[in-house]
């Protein structure tokens, strides 16, 4: 159960930030997207520059976790970026709540699975190599 959780969870990530970040290009070339955008999310976006670099991180990331390469690498640039859809839905724009708590929670549990990978950041006086 816990393998089909996990690989639930880096599946249903990996093709929700690749799809996201491919529509984000759509809309940077000025093209229609083919997923509705959150209006009051590209109004956040005032300077290109940085929804070419979110939108090229999500792409990335999501390649890398549908390929189970690099998976904690992919958790930790995605954390923040999950964590400001999540406020961005709260207190701005609430259509996509639903959807942005699935995220909070599928990466929730990716981090609880991978968390072995995170504990040296936290240690407060590291021993050097």
């Known amino acids: 159960m816990a393998k089909v959780l996990l690989l639930s969870s880096r599946i249903f990530l990996g093709v929700m ?14 093209w229609e997207p083919f997923i509705a955008t959150s209006p009051d ?28 390469q690099f998976v904690p690498l992919a958790i930790m640039i995605l954390a923040p970026i999950v964590a400001n859809i999540l406020l961005l839905h709260l207190f ?17 549990y990716l981090l609880y699975v991978y968390r072995e990978n995170f504990l040296k950041i936290l240690e407060r006086t590291p021993k050097p190599l």
């Open 41 to 68: 999310a590209m109004a956040l976006f005032e300077f290109d520059y940085l929804l070419i670099v979110e939108k090229s991180l999500e792409i990335i990331c999501g390649i890398l976790l549908l390929t189970n």
């Open 17 to 30: 930030f690749l799809v996201a970040g491919i529509n984000g290009y759509f809309v940077i070339f000025g």
């Open 92 to 108: 701005l724009d609430h259509s996509l709540l639903p959807l942005a708590i699935i995220l909070v929670i599928a990466l929730g």
